[in-house]
T-cell receptor, first 113, second 118 residues
Framework: ETGVTQTPRHLVMGMTNKKSLKCEQH?????MYWYKQSAKKPLELMFV???????ENNSVPSRFSPECPNSSHLFLHLHTLQPEDSALYLC????????????FGPGTRLTVT | AQSVTQLDSHVSVSEGTPVLLRCNYS??????LFWYVQHPNKGLQLLLK??????LVKGINGFEAEFKKSETSFHLTKPSAHMSDAAEYFC????????????????FGQGTILTVHP
């Protein structure tokens, strides 16, 4: 195990639902990341947090809302999603912003119906 | 700016034969390069990394990669494939050496699916 956990592992939601994805890292890292992995596309960086402050919002629609209450936890709040938002959402952490290595969680497989 | 191109979307080998997964990169600074592996329904696992030290990098599970600046390549190899190597592999470049406001942003290739036949 990598020390980064994500819940739930699978999520099916309608376009009018509100749900949240949770990520927790047990590695003592200071930086956390959300990525989107869609079929046949490279991983896309969505958000970056360092010491609970957002340092990157990579042109992500406002229907995705991140929250980082402390350096160990990262949430992605979802509302009024579209079917094209169906993807694998991966969380990662690194010792600090600018560290070479990032450690990934297993991902949440999201399906929007 | 940085980018990564994985030259093969699928590679198929027989168990016990060599593996070669090709990657070319583009970077305006001295790059850091990585290979990650993703098994079905699992997260990404770091296989190996190059961060401006030795150009031949050894990773886990018998994989290695060689950084060739003149060819802007970072191909992944393994002498003998095992069934458990079947997975998707990602070549990744980081801007951690770019200086300024860089923060170690990872840029991923499209991925190469490795199939291993008995």
């Amino acid at each position: 195990e990598t020390g980064v956990t994500q819940t739930p592992r699978h999520l099916v939601m309608g376009m009018t639902n509100k749900k949240s994805l949770k990520c927790e890292q047990h590695l003592g890292h200071n930086a956390m990341y959300w990525y989107k992995q869609s079929a046949k596309k490279p991983l896309e960086l969505m958000f970056v947090y360092s010491l609970e402050e957002r340092v990157e919002n990579n042109s992500v629609p406002s229907r995705f809302s991140p929250e980082c209450p402390n350096s160990s936890h990262l949430f992605l709040h979802l509302h009024t999603l579209q079917p094209e938002d169906s993807a694998l959402y991966l969380c990662a952490s690194s010792p600090n912003l600018g560290s070479y290595e990032q450690y990934f969680g297993p991902g949440t497989r999201l399906t929007v119906t | 700016a940085q980018s990564v191109t994985q030259l093969d979307s699928h590679v198929s080998v027989s168990e016990g034969t060599p593996v070669l997964l090709r990657c070319n990169y583009s970077s305006s600074y001295s790059p850091s390069l990585f290979w990650y592996v993703q098994h079905p329904n699992k997260g990404l696992q770091l296989l190996l990394k190059y961060t401006s030290a030795a150009t031949l990098v050894k990773g886990i599970n018998g994989f290695e990669a060689e950084f060739k600046k003149s060819e802007t390549s970072f191909h992944l190899t393994k002498p003998s494939a095992h069934m458990s190597d079947a997975a998707e592999y990602f070549c990744v470049v980081s801007d951690a050496n770019a200086g300024g406001t860089s923060y170690g942003k990872l840029t991923f290739g499209q991925g190469t699916i490795l199939t291993v036949h008995p």
